[in-house]
């Protein structure tokens, strides 16, 4: 198995690139200032307090907001100019599904998946159905289905145009333990295919097993940004405490 920041330096270019992103609602400036790069294959897990900008930051990379200021470059492509062709690049995972609830796990496929013109369209159907452990209830309503499996389908529906950068929104929110653990083998297999990840999450625990690299937002500023590769749980701990002010 080839190491993550061995596969990152193969790759010089940067398929995400954000400099100077300001987000402002009316007088409330969430985002103040963000700069990040990310090379092709990195998985950047975004760690913060309820509040530090996380979402805000993870709509504004899956085109859902626009920067208030600053530029954002996503596969080479500017934000601003060609946001439906970015749409083309990223799928987006959240604890909202995006799914149809009337419609079966196929039909909610097929869907996204003519709408982003995919070729071969049925054989990547069934292909992620299998993937995501859903063969079996391609023909199930969404409405049938566990929470658990909702969200598998949600990993199918944001892979179905095979994106290069995948967006990923506390995934784990409302999921029990044994669901939990299905995303995570399932987001280790979609990571392996060298796509970016971008992660934001409350588990520390979480991020620095997937990541390969972490960012810490405090009052929607980068407060901490490093590799993983050296980086164990008790550090992190420490780290994010001393960035956030956490248990203090």
Not at 179 to 203: G, K, N, P, Q, W
Not at 209 to 237: C, F, H, P, W
Request: cysteine-free; overall charge neutral.
């Amino acid at each position: 198995m080839v190491d993550k920041e061995d596969r990152v330096t193969r790759n010089n270019d940067f398929t995400i690139e954000v400099h100077g992103v300001t987000k402002s609602f009316g007088y409330h400036l969430v985002l103040r200032g963000i700069d990040l790069q990310l090379k092709r294959g990195e998985f950047l897990a975004i760690f913060g307090r309820n509040g530090a900008g996380k979402t805000t930051f993870l709509k504004v990379l899956a085109t859902l907001l626009k920067p208030s200021s600053g530029s954002v470059r996503l596969a080479g492509l500017d934000l601003n100019d060609n946001s439906m062709e970015i749409q083309r690049k990223i799928g987006v995972v959240s604890h909202q599904t995006f799914l149809y609830d009337e419609l079966t796990a196929y039909e909610n496929l097929r869907f996204y998946g003519r709408m982003y013109d995919v070729p071969d369209l049925e054989e990547r159907i069934h292909e992620l159905l299998a993937k995501v452990g859903l063969t079996s209830r391609i023909h199930d309503r969404v409405r049938t289905l566990s929470r658990g499996m909702q969200q598998r389908l949600a990993i199918a529906r944001a892979m179905v145009h095979d994106p290069s950068i995948l967006l990923l929104d506390e995934p784990e929110t409302g999921l029990d333990q044994y669901a939990s653990a299905m995303l995570r083998e399932l987001l280790v297999t979609f990571d392996a295919e060298e796509r970016t990840v971008v992660m934001t999450t409350h588990s520390l625990e979480r991020g620095l097993q997937m990541g390969n690299r972490t960012v810490i937002l405090s009052k929607g500023r980068i407060a901490y940004e490093g590799s993983n590769k050296d980086l164990n749980l008790t550090e992190l701990q420490e780290i994010y405490r001393r960035y956030t002010g956490a248990g203090q």
